[in-house]
């Protein structure tokens, strides 16, 4: 039988504030710490990074039909070269055509810059996602 393949994106103690604080552009820095803002407060939970790259918020178990297991968080972002990556949200067809310049790719949302979308638009996106992962 063979190995099933181990999952490479786990939460970590790496210290979250010193993820953000290493980010180079200061745009995209400011922007990760508005969206950490976000989602943080509508999460209830601290962040965590999950991967080396991934800051995360709350935590769930997740089990498939296929029998595979795992733990992820309820929505996350990702400051990627190209653009702001955010995890989790679900797509909310009515909020994102007010959303604003963004783009979807597979389970992925992806920003540009923070300032190119409606911030209160967003944040419902956001708390919609995690009520909706909650349940």
């Given at each position: 039988?063979?190995?099933?393949?181990?999952?490479?994106?786990?939460?970590?103690?790496?210290?979250?504030?010193?993820?953000?604080?290493?980010?180079?552009?200061?745009?995209?820095?400011?922007?990760?710490?508005?969206?950490?803002?976000?989602?943080?407060?509508?999460?209830?939970?601290?962040?965590a990074?999950?991967?080396?790259?991934?800051?995360?918020?709350?935590?769930?178990?997740l089990?498939?039909?296929?029998?595979?297991?795992?733990?992820?968080?309820?929505?996350?972002?990702?400051?990627?070269?190209?653009?702001?990556?955010?995890?989790?949200?679900?797509?909310?067809a009515?909020?994102?055509?007010?959303?604003?310049?963004?783009?979807?790719?597979?389970?992925?949302?992806?920003?540009?810059?923070?300032?190119?979308?409606?911030?209160?638009?967003?944040?419902?996106?956001?708390?919609?996602s995690?009520?909706?992962?909650?349940?």
């Amino acid at each position: 039988m063979a190995k099933k393949a181990e999952l490479k994106t786990k939460k970590s103690a790496a210290s979250v504030n010193q993820f953000l604080a290493g980010i180079e552009d200061e745009g995209r820095r400011a922007d990760c710490q508005a969206v950490a803002k976000i989602m943080k407060k509508a999460a209830k939970a601290e962040p965590a990074m999950w991967g080396p790259s991934i800051v995360g918020f709350g935590s769930r178990h997740l089990k498939y039909e296929s029998g595979r297991e795992l733990d992820w968080f309820f929505v996350g972002f990702s400051p990627r070269k190209d653009a702001l990556t955010l995890y989790g949200l679900e797509k909310h067809a009515p909020l994102l055509k007010k959303l604003g310049k963004h783009k979807i790719a597979g389970s992925c949302l992806h920003l540009k810059r923070l300032a190119d979308v409606d911030i209160d638009v967003l944040r419902q996106l956001v708390e919609k996602s995690i009520s909706s992962a909650k349940k």
